[in-house]
């Protein structure tokens, strides 16, 4: 992937989640620019692949959110709800005074205004200072300056990361001609495009909790079943069809097309550029870039946990998962052994009936008699 082709500004700071479920900048704590292209393009397949992190997160745990914001700084879901801040002229006269007649407005994803103080409200940030400057020295605000101010809902950012895992599933369901599994995908995947947590009433915003069973009890209620009379193939096919939809309305219209002038060949290219404003995007970049090279991604049968498949026939995340789940089902045939005993089977019934050896099955019977 050509590093020159992004064109965005992240950041990171001090994070904390608070009780009203908020996730927001620490004051006055230090931000710091980075760019998360840096490891994905150096170290690319690596296990500590940013997206597989995002994935892998607990998200019923508070503190793994937490210090995912510590890491890697916001989601940038306020620059996913809005496009630009401009002024706009409370009358089409423009005075020496222009700025104190003027209103600031964010667009939004449609290019319709949103007035600065209601997306405030909506990204918990302080309009005031904001507006104040633009008044005193007609300074229109950046974004990027915004962000750092904002806060982020935990149930907004619950909901991204289940559909975010959702499109992994989906593409790990098709990877494994696994057609029961698609089929759950895509009715979830439905259902969490229905049940975004964060609805604006007028023009007040408001954030309702996401349930998890909300999303899958609408799942049941509308059931879209295209595939009722498809073979396999026919689902593989429109299941990949219906993957590439869902990473296109994610990318939104984030790349675009440019042309460049060469000053020395004297000609006239064509350049596409990604542009991600915000961490989501870049993580759906990344997703998109991976698929494209057919790298495969699986889930740990052991820890459940998402990885990059290094070779096809390895089930677990990692040798350490693996020798943990070996332990695991070796200590589970020790307390079969155990009880089977305890019902008062004989010895050589148990070996036969575990597949075990008759000596391993006496020295386990022996050691819990003490
Ligand atoms: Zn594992």
Redesign the pocket.
């Known amino acids: 992937m050509n590093k020159e082709i992004i064109t965005a500004k992240w950041f990171k700071t001090r994070y904390t989640l608070n009780k009203n479920g908020w996730l927001q900048p620490l004051r006055n704590a230090p931000v710091e620019y980075y760019d998360p292209f840096n490891p994905y393009i150096n170290d690319n397949g690596n296990s500590d692949n940013l997206y597989l992190l995002f994935t892998n997160l607990d998200i019923e745990k508070g503190k793994e959110i937490e210090n995912f914001y510590n890491r890697f700084g916001p989601l940038g879901l306020m620059s996913r709800d809005f496009g630009s801040i401009y002024p706009m002229p409370k009358d089409d006269q423009m005075t020496a005074e222009k700025y104190k007649e003027e209103e600031l407005f964010f667009t939004d994803s449609e290019n319709n205004p949103v007035p600065f103080e209601t997306g405030a409200t909506l990204h918990q940030f302080d309009a005031a200072p904001f507006i104040n400057k633009f008044r005193s020295d007609g300074i229109v605000p950046e974004l990027t300056e915004i962000q750092q101010e904002a806060g982020e809902n935990v149930e907004l950012f619950k909901w991204e990361h289940l559909k975010f895992r959702s499109v992994i599933d989906l593409y790990t369901a098709i990877q494994e001609n696994e057609i029961h599994s698609i089929q759950n995908v895509l009715l979830l995947l439905d259902s969490i495009n229905n049940t975004k947590p964060m609805i604006i009433d007028g023009d007040y915003p408001k954030i309702i909790d996401l349930d998890y069973d909300v999303a899958e009890n609408h799942a049941e209620e509308k059931p879209k079943a295209w595939w009722t009379d498809k073979n396999n193939n026919d689902v593989i096919r429109k299941s990949l069809e219906e993957l590439m939809l869902h990473l296109n309305r994610e990318i939104g219209n984030r790349p675009f097309l440019k042309l460049v002038f060469d000053p020395v060949d004297l000609t006239i290219n064509k350049s596409v550029r990604w542009r991600c404003e915000s961490l989501l995007n870049a993580m759906y970049i990344m997703l998109i870039n991976n698929i494209t090279e057919g790298l495969r991604i699986k889930r740990?049968?052991?820890?459940?946990?998402y990885?990059h498949v290094g070779r096809p026939e390895m089930k677990?995340?990692?040798l350490?998962?693996?020798n943990?789940?070996k332990m695991r089902r070796y200590q589970e045939k020790i307390r079969r052994v155990q009880d089977l005993s305890t019902r008062g089977m004989e010895p050589e019934e148990i070996a036969r009936e575990l597949n075990a050896e008759l000596k391993q099955v006496l020295k386990w019977i022996s050691a819990w008699r003490g």
Not at 300 to 305: A, E, P, R, S
């Open positions: 740990c049968i052991g820890c459940g946990k990885y677990y995340c990692e350490s998962c693996q943990r789940a």
